[in-house]
């Protein structure tokens, strides 16, 4: 079986510049989460998806971050423009009916 | 809202020594609690996780942990320590109606000596 897929696994952008992350989760695990883990600590959630539903984002900073999860499978997280205190890595993960989740391998971010 | 702390941020010890990390959350009711493992440049593996039933759980790769509720505790161990365990383990707690709210600790880095 297939793990948490994600992409690019780094990338470099300077600051105000968009920037845009891809997920694809195991299958048929409904719940999707984007978490950002800064140097030295834990993951942070960002946003929870139940299917295509984006059921908590409070810890979203909606001002120029963005998330859509269409069709309920895959999702893209944007920041659009982004900060140099955007610098971190973002994992994806998905959950499964055993309320484990699943984490890919990140997509670490460096913004000049 | 629930939190988890690792007191400890650094651990080092030799290799074929006991380990145990320890992990405290705070949370009104039992919740969901899980280790993961994080190598560098890696995702996050599970290790283990608890739910209910036996306090102590096995996971992989030897490690067991056990669920002390008395002291909001879920302390991570393993007998003996290989050099291929270096790396960093977060302790999270699920919580909510399925354990689908998630914190995670802020993490204990592992070094193993020879």
């Known amino acids: 079986e297939a793990g948490v897929v994600q992409s690019p696994r780094y990338k470099i952008i300077e600051k105000k510049q968009p920037v845009a992350f891809w997920c694809n989760p195991i299958?048929?695990?409904?719940?999707l989460y984007w978490y950002r883990q800064n140097l030295g600590q834990g993951p942070e959630l960002l946003i929870r998806?139940?299917?295509?539903?984006?059921?908590?984002d409070s810890q979203l900073p909606k001002d120029r971050f963005s998330a859509e999860r269409l069709k309920g499978v895959d999702s893209t997280l944007k920041i659009q423009p982004a900060e140099l205190g955007d610098s971190a890595v973002y994992l994806c993960?998905?959950?499964?009916?055993?309320?484990?989740?699943?984490f890919g391998p990140g997509t670490r971010l460096l913004v000049l | 809202a629930q939190s988890v702390t690792q007191p400890d941020i650094h651990i080092t010890v030799s290799e074929g020594a006991s380990l145990e990390l320890r992990c405290n959350y705070s949370?009104?009711?039992?919740?969901?609690l899980f280790w993961y493992v994080q190598s560098p440049g890696q995702g996050l593996q599970l290790l283990l996780k608890?739910?209910?039933?036996?306090?102590l759980v096995q996971g992989i790769k030897g490690f067991e942990a056990e669920f002390k509720r008395s002291q909001s505790s879920f302390n991570l161990r393993k007998p003996s320590v290989h050099w291929s365990d270096a790396a960093e383990y977060f302790c999270?707690?699920?919580?909510?109606?399925?354990?689908?709210?998630?914190?995670f600790g802020p993490g204990t880095r592992l070094s193993v000596l020879p």
């Open positions: 993960a998905s959950k499964d009916s055993q309320e484990t989740q699943y």
């Open positions: 299958s048929g695990h409904n719940t």
């Open positions: 998806y139940e299917n295509e539903e984006a059921v908590d």
């Open positions: 949370y009104g009711a039992t919740p969901y």
């Open positions: 608890y739910f209910s039933g036996d306090t």
């Open positions: 999270a707690v699920g919580a909510g109606n399925y354990g689908q709210n998630f914190v």
